[in-house]
């Protein structure tokens, strides 16, 4: 084991025009080009997976937007945000006590070195004034669900949380390693008007988790030592909306009260996973 983590900070340039310099080795990349458009992700292709998770019956061009205004998050160099949407149609597989639509990456099979190994996850996540989350609800918005489903790995959450005591303001991301510790990592106040940016380091190996954190356009700076987390089961990466019900009993999937008539979103930039079997992990593009 190395006893110490080498941060390979990459100095950004101050040309807006070059390419991403961020230059860890990509497992792989979640950055959505701008001429991919909503159609793009109706068909098989290179970014994310057109078939999972969304409701029945719906195509992903009906549920993603492509917010121009926003501008693009810290990783978003030549790339553009997208937003997720869920509405009463988000109903996946039978799960009547959810409303949910996620993105998963399409080289993430659940099996593939993406769960493996030392890799770095960067995403970030901002608020759709215009369809704003029920904080009377929990949700859960970036997560590694394991490839036999009996866990999530880490799991970024915001609302009213299930069953969390001495709840915090439900205002806030929350970022907790695996569900069955249910061990909380960090956590910060999701503001308005700006992106939340994210990386969060899974030693697949050591069974270890560190977060790093920024807001805007600031570098990434750590705000967990690395702890442990059990990251293993390997899996698949979701990034959207996961709407939980309220009051419900035993399988929260089919049960539990969720209200009608709901238009709700979380815009997602700069989501890509990098190799850091050799200690690199990008602060800023
Ligand atoms: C938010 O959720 C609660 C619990 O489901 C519900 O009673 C309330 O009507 C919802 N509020 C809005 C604005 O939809």
New binding site residues.
Partial sequence: MHSTIIIRIIISSLAATTASAQSCALQFDGRVPANLGLAGFDAANQVFSNANVLGAGLKFSQLLQLPQAVGGSLFDVDTVPVEVTISDASIFNGQTGFRRAELLPASNSGTDPSTAGVKTLHFSVLKDAQRPL????EYQLAFLESNDFSTNQFVLKTGTVLGQQGAADPDTLQLFGNVNQNQLLFSVPFQPGVFHNFAVTLDFDALTTQVFFSAGNDPLEAVTGVVNNDVSGQGQFHFGVLKK???GVGDITRNG???D??DEGIIFGGIFEEDSSGGCVSLSP
């Fill in positions: 029920n904080l009377s609800h019900p309220v009051g009260f969720q209200p008539a709901i």
